[in-house]
C-alpha cells in the first residue's frame, strides 16, 4: 500500500486567496484525521471523518475552514480567505475502524501564505 | 478538555547517553500511543498501551503506562543518532474514540 497520500506537498499563496489540501488515505481504512502542526500549538485536530461523516470539527479554527469527505478514499481541507497565521504543516492521518486506533499520517502540505 | 502534558519540552544528550520523556493527562485515560516524528517527516506510530502498569519494550526502547492510568513514559537506553527527533505521546480518555496530542519531546543527540 502507498500509505496516506497527500497533495500538494507544498503551497505558496497570497493572503486571500483559497487554498484546497488534498488526502487520500490509506484503502480499508474507515476514519480520516485533518491536523494542523505549527510550532507554537504542536499538533491539533481540526476535524475528523468516521465512514465519511463528520464526527468532531470542533478543533476547526474559523468558518473560513471547511472540509468534506465525499467518498471513502478521497478528502479535502479548504481554506478561504487564507491569513497568514494560516501558515503551518497540514497532516491527513487514516485509521482502521476509530481514532484510538494507531494512526497512519500523510507527509503533510506545507503551506504558507504570504 | 482533555489535556496531554509532555515534558521536557527539549532534551540534548550525548550519543550512549539515556533518555527519559514523560506524559500526564488531566483525565484518566483507555489507552495511550508513542509516535516519532523525525525532522521534517511526519508522525509515525510506534505503541500503544492499554492496561493499567503495562510495560513494552522495543529494543532500547521501554514504554510505561501508570497504575491510575493518567501518565506514561518512554525510555530510550543508550541513545543513538537515529533517535534524534520528536516524540509524541497520545491519548484517548475514557468514553471518547478521540486522541490528544501531546507537545511533544525534541530529542537531540550529539555524536
Known amino acids: 500500500d502507498a500509505g496516506v497520500i497527500q497533495s500538494p506537498r507544498h503551497e505558496v499563496t497570497e493572503m486571500g486567496q483559497e487554498v484546497t489540501l488534498r488526502c487520500k488515505p490509506i484503502s480499508g481504512h474507515n476514519s480520516l484525521f485533518w491536523y494542523r502542526q505549527t510550532m507554537m500549538r504542536g499538533l491539533e485536530l481540526l476535524i475528523y471523518?468516521?465512514?465519511?461523516?463528520?464526527?468532531?470539527d470542533s478543533g476547526m479554527p474559523e468558518d473560513r475552514f471547511s472540509a468534506k469527505m465525499p467518498n471513502a478514499s478521497f478528502s479535502t481541507l479548504k481554506i478561504q480567505p487564507s491569513e497568514p497565521r494560516d501558515s503551518a504543516v497540514y497532516f491527513c492521518a487514516s485509521s482502521l475502524y476509530r481514532a484510538s486506533y494507531e494512526q497512519y499520517f500523510g507527509p503533510g502540505t506545507r503551506l504558507t501564505v504570504t | 478538555g482533555q489535556q496531554v502534558m509532555q515534558i521536557p519540552q527539549y532534551q540534548h544528550v550525548q550519543e550512549g547517553e539515556d533518555f527519559t520523556t514523560y506524559c500526564n493527562s488531566s483525565t484518566t485515560l483507555s489507552n495511550i500511543q508513542w509516535y516519532k516524528q523525525r525532522p521534517g517527516g511526519h508522525p509515525v506510530f510506534l505503541i500503544q498501551?492499554?492496561?493499567?502498569?503495562e510495560v513494552k519494550k522495543q529494543k532500547r526502547l521501554t514504554f510505561q503506562f501508570g497504575e491510575a492510568k493518567k501518565n506514561s513514559s518512554l525510555h530510550i537506553t543508550a541513545t543513538q543518532t537515529t533517535d534524534v527527533g520528536t516524540y509524541f505521546c497520545a491519548g484517548t480518555g475514557a468514553g471518547s474514540y478521540q486522541l490528544t496530542f501531546g507537545k511533544g519531546t525534541k530529542l537531540s543527540v550529539i555524536p
Open positions: 498501551l492499554v492496561k493499567s502498569g
Open positions: 471523518f468516521n465512514n465519511n461523516v463528520p464526527i468532531d
